[in-house]
């Protein structure tokens, strides 16, 4: 009777989608924790990582299901691209610029930009033409221009959450910030340029056509950007008015949390690029914000960031992992199994050629702009610049969904779909596992070179010290060149000098910061962060 | 043109229900904002709290949604009993078991049980009785006996989010103990009896029935409360094994935070109570996972834990705010004015009764049991505990929604879910306003006794160096009674002096906890925490 009444109490309390959900939140939460668990035990190992770690996690359990459910289908969530970019996304890309180290972030941010911006376009240019010539080859012949121009995109866009596993901030600072840097914009770049494909009239194309979309990026990255900082000194303000002399810990971490993610949904709204907006909310916060908060808000603040990011990043594996084995899709799928590895092959050869072509040389550009011997990409560098954007994630998943399998049921459709997923698996899993061996035997020289003091910042009091040894270190330094040479001669940092005194006059007063600390510019303390 | 195209992205990018969601969220979000900043700024304030800011914020932002809709809807999300039971009431809860101060739940447990169980029964025997001899003279004759019972139950719900608020545990520790101890059995007995009414088969009612009730209820609340257990000891046995010597802060949060929800998410898998099963859990974790993390863990998981309680709060005092104008349901009610305001006047006269007529019976019965002067509850505390405990929140309106809203387009449905909104209003406004006036006149002496040492602890050195005076303290005290003679004499505190010797013997070394400080029991130390 117990049972009977308790069952019923089941049915009545949710109904069947409500307990569906309950059941599917059990199992993700489950899978979550044996992924940290699993990832904790293999941290020390070569080969593995979460991403991976959660991928085959999530193909296990998937599996699991699929047998369960008698092969029939596997799927407990369906890859939905709204959990994806209102949920999932937004922490991991917060939490990446909140957590940036500034300082070398804006100092290679021209080499980031060259990268990000047409790095993307080179690799989407090589991607499509190359796609439209040798899919033809293969035997697909029914591709529309539009569906070409969307696989150039959606193959365009890295992953940078795996990447953020893979390479480290303390050990390689140069690599991290700008491959990571590169991986932000390049997010930004390849949604505009996919979204300005979808969008595009194709009846008649004119010479007009690419200068518009050039116009809507620039328009599109200038706005997302001032939004994103603009939303970030907001909270600064707030929080350094209102809390004056009285400090609430629950609030000023809920008003960082909440004005963060305000600053991805306005930009949603306005449909700018939430992406970058986020991003730059997270460096202001970090910059000003943070500081103007209680000791226990910084170390919460620090951490539950970190933690949202982390639980994000592992959940967005296992999901795509469990989906690639949604059965129904791979039975849509009109292609046999040799024109699927056909394809997946080719397009894959056009991703690694794609990078490539625009990598070396575009690396060899701005080493001419890199005075100083140590800021040089060499070789080495330029090799694993090119390997660890070579990875495909979530984002070329959400994006090939939104082409291929919306609205259409067609067959080619479930064709690119079920391609896109075994790129991102072959790319993330493959890839991914080498990633830190071959950078490992690259660079082995020189993180075991007495300069990396890097490697010691691990904790913020000693991130502390290092700024008040700098501040030492810069009040002994000359300071007798003159600006207008600098900025001929070393421009990135003599912008950043410029800065540092508009910050300390102008925005540190008004909006906090840290301590109105003076820091003194052009000095040995610029040498001390940079050397990878 | 760039506006056309963007407008055209906006539209690809989301589709119409999504890009609906970017705009809730955004409003709920911004709202949120503003409540944290007014709610800061009225802090001092004796009338305000956050749950009445962010309730009246909620109206103001109905009524401006529904001008800008020209008077046809005001809903932006409509009441949802998924989001609330799934996302909105763990957190909640959790962290009030989390943040609970252990020793003096438990001193007062068989209190809180007395209240929580057998007063929510005899709350629900007199709101049923009444709302079915009263409603019949208002002019509401067609409610099925089922719809009564149903009445009984869902406004036996308590608010507990609200009496977080309004109590606080440094100033009035007795009272917030009971209160809120009270508060979490109290949802589960109201839950439980809900769900059995709506499964109980009226056409055969016998005396088994009853006491097929009481059967259920023990079963739930004993496997919920042990499940609750066995999740917190295993995160906190994961955590000690697998982090020794090696600490991830980010892992350990998240293990936690994850763990923590799963167990609920277990509990309502298996249909037990999820309420009991996290708050048992939040306790467990407190007590032994809490002391096997690190020091930058633990003070994340502090805050963490507090601010997203914090922002659920809120949420859904601001939600219901909103819900409150929807016109559709004001439409659909056939009642007319003065119907509407006799029927909620005698729902919340049957709740006052209610109340009353097991508050100061009960507490007299615990008194007979409770022998230190200090301990008994004057006849003051019970007029607070009364009082505090008449606001009704999320929990009645969810069930009335499950009860009247679901399935049913009919009249009688809408009418009473109107009511049951005007009375969550009422009570939330009016007698939240005064409760903290009241709380202040009627204890004031107390407070200011000085024997109010929790005032001091406010942070987490405080309570180190506290313990640290206790184990002194302790070692200095004489423990020459008999153990039997104590057990006759004061058997709480008797019970908790051999749970003292087991935890100490048998639970620390394999679950963790802190430090295995040696404790002995039985000295001033007891004296030191429950002097309201």
Request: proline share 2%; charged share 15%.
């Amino acid at each position: 009777m117990a049972i009977s009444l308790l069952s019923s109490i089941l049915y009545s309390h949710f109904t069947m989608s409500a307990a569906s959900t309950v059941v599917s939140i059990t199992v993700f939460i489950t899978l979550l924790c044996v992924c940290l668990v699993i990832g904790h035990l293999l941290e020390e190992n070569r080969w593995a990582n979460e991403s991976i770690t959660s991928l085959l996690l999530g193909l296990c359990a998937g599996l699991v299901t699929l047998a369960l459910r008698k092969w029939k289908s596997s799927h407990i969530l369906v890859f939905d691209e709204e959990l994806f970019f209102i949920y999932l996304l937004p922490p991991i890309i917060f939490n990446a610029g909140f957590q940036v180290k500034k300082k070398r972030f804006f100092r290679n941010f021209s080499t980031i930009l060259l990268f990000g911006v047409f790095g993307t376009l080179i690799s989407f240019c090589i991607i499509s033409t190359g796609s439209f010539f040798l899919l033809k080859e293969i035997g697909i012949t029914s591709l529309k221009i539009q569906d070409v121009l969307a696989i150039g995109a959606i193959f365009s866009a890295t992953d940078s959450v795996c990447t953020l596993q893979v390479l480290n901030q303390e050990e390689t600072p140069l690599l991290y910030s700008l491959v990571f840097g590169e991986g932000v914009v390049n997010d930004a770049a390849s949604i505009v340029l996919f979204y300005a494909v979808q969008s595009l009239n194709f009846n008649n194309i004119d010479a007009l056509t690419a200068l518009k979309l050039l116009g809507t990026f620039l328009y599109l990255f200038s706005t997302s950007t001032a939004l994103g900082i603009a939303v970030g000194l907001v909270s600064a303000y707030i929080i350094k008015k209102l809390y004056f002399g009285r400090h609430s810990t629950n609030r000023e971490v809920a008003i960082m949390l909440l004005m963060a993610y305000l600053s991805y949904m306005l930009a949603e709204l306005f449909s700018l690029s939430g992406i970058l907006t986020i991003f730059f909310c997270g460096i202001i916060m970090s910059h000003y914000t943070w500081h103007n908060i209680t000791e226990r808000s910084r170390v919460t603040t620090r951490h539950a960031f970190a933690t949202m990011s982390f639980i994000s990043e592992t959940f967005i594996f296992l999901y795509v992992g469990m989906d690639a084995l949604d059965i129904d899709k791979w039975k849509r799928s009109d292609g046999n199994l040799g024109t699927t590895v056909a394809t997946s092959g080719t397009i894959l050869f056009l991703v690694m050629a794609g990078r490539a072509v625009f990598v070396f040389p575009l690396a060899n550009v701005a080493n001419c702009f890199r005075n100083e011997p140590d800021a040089k990409i060499d070789l080495r560098k330029q090799f694993v610049i090119w390997w660890a954007g070579l990875m495909r994630g979530a984002v070329t998943i959400a994006l090939s969904y939104n082409q291929f399998a919306t609205g259409s049921s067609s067959k080619q459709g479930a064709f690119f779909v079920t391609n896109s997923i075994i790129v991102v698996l072959f790319s993330t899993v493959v890839f991914g596992t080498v990633t830190k061996p071959i950078i490992q035997a690259l660079l082995s020289q020189n993180s075991k070179s007495p300069n990396s003091e890097d490697n010691a910042v691990s904790n913020l009091d000693d991130i502390h010290l290092l700024f008040l040894e700098n501040r030492r270190a810069n009040e002994d330094g000359n300071n007798t060149r003159s600006s207008l040479g600098m900025l001929l001669m070393n421009p990135t940092s003599t912008i950043h000098q410029f800065w540092r005194k508009f910050d300390d006059k102008y925005m540190r007063p008004v909006f906090g910061g840290r301590g109105f600390m003076p820091y003194v510019p052009g000095s040995p303390s610029s040498a001390t962060e940079d050397n990878v």
